[in-house]
């Protein structure tokens, strides 16, 4: 495993593996975590040897939130030149599947950047929801569009305008997150599903990847279009034949990524 101070990489068959490394603070997103968190994903999703990426926090905390005592004393005007989201729209633009694994407190930005991941995975002791209304502010990195987005307009009002936490049956119970896990397994059962999707073809995941994600962007017609297109597409991949042809054949498929 290396170290770049506050992010923790390392890589197990086909899959990249983020960890965030700061428990004293619960891992708040200092903008140094953030840029190192984004300068390891856009290796990784430019690396062929890598197909998926878990982004993980540790048993206490996914991410408790932007870095409160970073931000407290700054004007807006410094906020606004510091420009941090471009971080964010860095990770935004990742194209192979992210897999959040949340364990504790996903909260805040921690749930803002919960919620730019793919598939997400819960541990039963995970809380989430975006406090910020406590602390004189409100979500300021997606939060007010992918809540509402994900688990629909009360309910998000309800988590933005209180800034009370859901438990993990409760994020499953509203479609936030995708599974729930035991907290002794939590990694271990996100591994397991990371290195599932590796296997499958990289090509199919990035693509698939993209035409769910237009549904959020595009009206029905134009989604449809595009996933149609997509769909085309992969039939000009030998990954494709591969696994029309391991289906005839009963055997499983070997992709190639190509
Ligand atoms: N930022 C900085 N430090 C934090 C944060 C945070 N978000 N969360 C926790 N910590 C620190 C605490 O200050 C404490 O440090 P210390 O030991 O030095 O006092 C340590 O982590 C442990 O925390 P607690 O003692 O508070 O632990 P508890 O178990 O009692 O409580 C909670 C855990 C409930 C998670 C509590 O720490 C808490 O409420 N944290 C803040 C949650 C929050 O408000 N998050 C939203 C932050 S704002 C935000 O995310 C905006 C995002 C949009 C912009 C992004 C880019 C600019």
Redesign the pocket.
Known sequence: MTSTSLILADTDDGVGVVRFNRP???N??NPQLMEELADQLETWDADPAINVIVIAGNER?FA??????D?AERSSVE?YERD??TT?DRIQRIRKPLVAAVSG?A????C?LMMMCDVIVAAENAQIGQ??I??G?M???GGTQRLPRAVGKARAMDLILTGRFLTAAEALDAGLVSRVVPPEHWLDETMTIARDMAKKGSVALRLAKEAVLKAYEAPLSEGIAFERKLFYMLFATEDQKEGMRAFAEKRRATFKGH
């Open positions: 004293k603070v619960l708040a997103l905390a408790a939130g932007a870095d409160i005592g931000m906020m941090q989201f964010w407190f909260l805040g930005g921690g803002e406090p910020e406590n602390i502010v979500p300021g990195a």
